[in-house]
């Protein structure tokens, strides 16, 4: 015997879960997420990189070739995801109709075929949710790992940017031809105390290495003091004989940068505290590009 008060229940709910199905489906944009990607490298990532080779900094010619081959990735696939999304959708939409009007023919009230269709219905929804599931799954995984490298991308861009914008507060000028590669906060570890220890500026280019002080001089917590400015010291790549990176700290890590000179360079060794949650290793890293000449393969084209 069919209880008429659970069958109203249970059309009453079969009902929701298709309204609810239904605006799911109308809704479902599978490739938003490539879309957001193209509109980022198209949007920001490119005019990002116009400003930084309008700024003349010369070694973002891998940025350029990166920025290329994402958007080309991104481009086939939103080519072979198009139609497959498309069909889906389709399929989705056919198949919600169906169960609409299962639903639909259940106002005739309680029967042997109407409890057949609240149970076919019920299934079928829980099928389609699962399908639509495993679509969105399956172009997540057809786009792979283009959003981490679109991400680095933008966070490698955003640093170039910064080290622009660090040197163009810097009084040391570049010499004619000479290109930036860094430009970061530091200290010059001169002393035993940090008294004795500016903090300032850590420019790298393809010629030198520069120490320039840039901090406020007899203030209190930040406050009151005097600006101070200044070349500390600079050191010609072509003295530079070693580059050690150490990671000191308990409480924090502190990453420090070890430079030897060769015996005509008055400073010996010296040590810099590069700043701004720089890792030592990888500032490391780079510095050796510009002692091995590796950096020119990064050099933008007819710069």
């Known amino acids: 015997m069919i209880d008429p008060q659970q069958f109203e229940r249970d ?8 309204v609810v199905l239904e605006k799911e489906v109308a809704e479902a944009k599978p490739l938003k997420h490539l879309e957001d990607l193209r509109d980022l490298l198209r949007d920001r990532l490119g005019p990002g990189l116009r400003r930084i080779r309008e700024g003349k900094y010369a070694f973002a010619g891998d940025l350029e070739s990166t920025l290329v081959d994402l958007g080309r990735r991104v481009d086939e696939a939103g080519r072979a995801l198009v139609d497959r999304v498309r069909r889906g959708h389709d399929d989705f939409t056919r198949r919600v109709r ?3 009007d299962d639903v639909r023919s259940l106002e005739l009230g309680p029967s042997p075929l109407a409890l057949v269709a609240i149970k076919r219905s019920g299934d079928e929804l829980v099928d389609l949710r699962a399908d639509l599931k495993a679509l969105k799954e399956s172009v997540k995984s057809s786009i792979g790992d283009l959003p981490e490298k679109v991400k680095a991308l933008q966070a490698r861009l955003g640093e170039v940017e910064a080290y622009l914008q660090r040197a163009a507060g810097s009084a040391v000028p570049l010499a004619p031809g000479e290109g930036l590669y860094l430009a970061v906060d530091a200290e010059w570890r001169k002393g035993a105390s940090a008294s004795e220890n500016p903090d300032g500026l850590l420019i790298v280019t393809d ?3 520069v120490m320039e002080r840039k901090e406020k001089e007899g203030s209190f917590l930040g406050f009151g ?10 050191i010609p790549v072509a003295q530079v004989r070693s580059i050690r990176p150490e990671q000191r700290g308990l409480l924090g890590v502190v990453d420090l940068i070890h430079i030897t000179t060769a015996l ?9 505290e590069v700043k701004g949650g720089i890792d030592a290793d990888a500032f490391a890293a780079q510095l050796r590009k510009v002692l091995d000449g590796s950096l020119e393969s990064e050099r933008f084209r007819g710069s």
Do not use: H, N
């Not at 059309?11 to 298709?18: C, F, G, M, S």
């Not at 003091?225 to 600079?234: A, C, D, M, R």
């Open 264 to 272: 005509e360079s008055p400073l010996g060794e010296t040590m810099v």
């Open 225 to 234: 003091g005097k600006k101070v400015q200044e070349f500390l010291w600079e």
């Open 98 to 100: 169906g169960i609409r």
């Open 207 to 209: 010629r030198r290495i």
């Open 11 to 18: 059309r009453a709910k079969l009902t929701a879960d298709v």
